[in-house]
């Protein structure tokens, strides 16, 4: 059974940086690419970034360069960093397998205030 389990959301400071983590069991996971994707209160899921199972990153959208993502296969988690946070970003924060074939998880929570 393929689950992802996303954390590391909480309430940060607009300006500061923050780092998600997305755990995946039940998947040969060293193959696997997996997205990031956020979806605000009223609003579609949005994909932010993503990254093939060897590393490679996905560099379409510049305007998107605040999303830093990584992997590291030996603990199959792949990471998410935003930086430069607005209250904008303030949303809940989404992981899947490429193509989005697995069951959405939870999500984790990433709240931008003063």
């Known amino acids: 059974q393929v689950q992802l389990v996303e954390s590391g959301g909480e309430v940060v400071q607009p300006g500061g940086s923050l780092t998600l983590s997305c755990v995946a069991s039940g998947i040969r996971f060293d193959v696997t690419g997996i997205a990031w994707y956020r979806q605000a209160p009223g609003k579609e899921r949005e994909f932010l970034t993503a990254?093939?199972?060897?590393?490679?990153?996905n560099r379409s959208d510049p305007s998107k360069d605040r999303f830093v993502i990584w992997r590291d296969n030996s603990k199959n988690t792949v990471y998410l960093r935003i930086d430069r946070l607005t209250p904008e970003d303030t949303a809940t924060y989404f992981c899947?397998?490429?193509?989005?074939?697995?069951?959405w998880g939870q999500g984790t929570q990433v709240t931008v205030s003063s």
């Open positions: 899947n397998t490429i193509p989005a074939r697995t069951p």
């Open positions: 990254i093939s199972g060897r590393g490679l990153r």
